[in-house]
């Protein structure tokens, strides 16, 4: 056979395997494995027991009015802190709206004592106090400066204050990240009480004024982890 047959034939080889192969006419072992993945989101859901507080009405000077009250975290995530955002609005007898200066003037004569449950003789001991006027216009770190830490800090455990987070004893330097909030289904009671300043002084003009508080909780997430 003359060498350009052979090279031929050899080509006509090569071209069959080629189609055998494309045709799909050889045998192998072969195993497949299939993964799924589900992404499902955890809910923050934020509570207060009452929603609506007993009305405090017919107020003078002096007046205090103890109210307590429950955060819930009802939703799968724990919270790490709640922000508290203070709104106020203010009326006169008729239902009519008084000038700023006025619903201000009101505001910064009304205080809000945050409180804690002691053992002694007293029911509640006061922790700090802030007038609603500087709740609603300070921020967060402006109205940190206004705690006496001294007196928080001497308490025999740990307290929730809002927009501060857990506070406590020097020896509670080092809190474990886990209770630094409101875990899922956990609560944190909210005791205070609104007083009416007495300032010595006529305060004629705040006579007959009403005023319609609302108080916001937002509770945020924990940071992000490996999961």
């Not at 009405?57 to 819930?72: A, C, I, T, V, Y």
């Not at 004893?169 to 886990?178: H, K, L, T």
């Not at 004024?209 to 108080?215: H, I, V």
């Amino acid at each position: 056979m003359s060498i350009k047959k052979k090279l031929s034939m050899g080509i006509l080889s090569a071209a069959l395997g080629i189609s055998l192969i494309g045709g799909g006419t050889f045998a192998y072992f072969s195993d497949t494995a299939t993964q799924t993945n589900t992404f499902a989101s955890g809910t923050i859901d934020l509570d207060v027991d009452p929603v609506v507080q007993v009305p405090m009405e017919n107020l003078k000077p002096g007046d205090w009015m103890p109210r307590s009250f429950e955060l819930q975290n009802n939703g799968s995530l724990d919270i790490k802190y709640v922000n508290l955002n203070t709104e106020y609005s203010v009326t006169d007898s008729d239902g009519d709206a008084v000038v700023p200066g006025l619903a201000d003037a009101y505001a910064e004569q009304l205080y809000v004592q945050f409180l804690n449950n002691t053992s002694g003789d007293e029911d509640y001991e006061v922790l700090f106090e802030v007038s609603l006027y500087d709740l609603a216009n300070l921020t967060p770190e402006d109205l940190a400066t206004k705690i006496d830490m001294e007196t928080v800090m001497t308490q025999p455990g740990l307290i929730w204050i809002p927009f501060i987070g857990w506070v406590g004893p020097a020896q509670y330097d080092d809190i474990p990240e886990e209770v630094t909030g409101i875990t899922a289904g956990g609560t944190a009671d909210f005791d205070v009480q609104f007083r009416f300043n007495d300032t010595d002084e006529r305060q004629n003009d705040l006579q007959g004024l009403n005023l319609d508080l609302t108080w916001t909780f937002e509770g945020f997430q924990t940071d992000g982890e490996e999961r």
